[in-house]
C-alpha cells in the first residue's frame, strides 16, 4: 500500500516543479488565479499538517515539497501581480 502513496506522491509532487520553474524564469503569473493558489496553497498545507498528525510519510513528503512549489509560484504572483 505505501508503494502506491509514494508513486502518488512523486507525480503530484513533481507536477508543480515545472510551472513554478517557468514562474520564476519568466517572473509571468498573468495566467495564475491568485485566489486558487491561495487555496490551493492552504489546503497542501492543511494536508501537510493532517500528515504529520497521522505520521504518514509519502503523505508528508509530498505535501511538504509541494507546498514549497505552491508558496513560491503563490509569492511570485503576489509580487508580479
Known sequence: MQFI??????LTT???LPQAIKTVRDKNTSGISLSMYSMFTSGVL????YGVM???IPIITAN???F?????VLMMKVKYK
Open 14 to 16: 513533481f507536477s508543480f
Open 46 to 49: 492543511l494536508w501537510l499538517i
Open 54 to 56: 497521522i505520521k504518514d
Open 64 to 66: 511538504f515539497v509541494t
Open 68 to 72: 514549497i512549489f505552491a508558496f513560491i
Open 5 to 10: 502513496g509514494w508513486i502518488a506522491a512523486v
